[in-house]
């Protein structure tokens, strides 16, 4: 079993909508979560950044840790085209130096 | 633009090849690490630097693989008698001293290598 699980899609939306993306992972030890935009052929771009559980929003987009249910969340408001996308979320221990990605889900928002 | 930068962004070799790639991290940023990504997966961890110090390899860092960061500026990652298993796209990333901070880490455009 991988250590973080995430829905690969396609998901296919119409512009304007909410967008809902998420995580599910089973090491407790995990603290540290971000969420990742990945254009095609490109790097990932860093999103958002969480420390333990809770809710952070920035902007168009809401991410949300709940560490009881080890569930973490992305939320888009008024989706774009520009937001078409791969979205990885990413995970860290306290200790140590490495992110642990989900496989990505490839977001599509139609005009 | 002072991002992370990666050289080459693409590169074809034949089997058997030896293959380097350089990164240059964000300036200042002295932690820097090395992924591997391949066509509908995530990143997955190769190698950490603070500084020049390598202090961490994952199990996928074979011995055909190696990596330096001397005088903990730029770094580079070499392949070794390459296979066409290798053909990924090889990510660089860095985070800052600051403390607050340093648990987020920002990528590069990456290399993308195709073993022919």
């Known amino acids: 079993q991988k250590e973080v699980e995430q829905d690969p899609g396609p998901l296919s939306v119409p512009e304007g909508a909410i967008v809902s993306l998420n995580c599910t992972y089973s090491n407790s030890a995990f603290q540290y979560f971000m969420w990742y935009r990945q254009y095609s052929r490109k790097g990932p771009e860093l999103l958002m950044y969480t420390y333990s559980s809770g809710n952070k929003e920035d902007g168009r987009f809401t991410a949300q840790v709940d560490k009881s249910s080890k569930y973490i969340s992305l939320f888009i408001r008024d989706s774009q085209p520009s937001d078409s996308a791969t979205y990885l979320c990413a995970m860290k221990e306290t200790s140590g130096s490495r992110l642990t990605f989900g496989e990505g889900t490839q977001l599509t928002v139609n005009p | 633009d002072t991002g992370v930068s990666q050289d080459p962004r693409h590169k074809i070799t034949k089997r058997g090849q030896n293959v380097t790639f350089r990164c240059d991290p964000i300036?200042?940023?002295?932690?820097l690490y090395w992924y591997r990504q391949t066509l509908g997966q995530g990143p997955e961890f190769l190698t950490y630097f603070q500084n020049e110090a390598q202090l961490e390899k994952s199990r996928l860092l074979s011995d055909r693989f190696s990596a330096e960061r001397p005088k903990g500026s730029f770094s580079t990652l070499e392949i070794q008698r390459t296979e066409q298993g290798d053909s990924a796209m090889y990510l660089c990333a860095s985070s800052p001293r600051d403390s607050r901070f340093q648990e987020t880490q920002y990528f590069g455009p990456g290399t993308r290598l195709l073993v022919l």
């Open positions: 300036s200042e940023h002295n932690r």
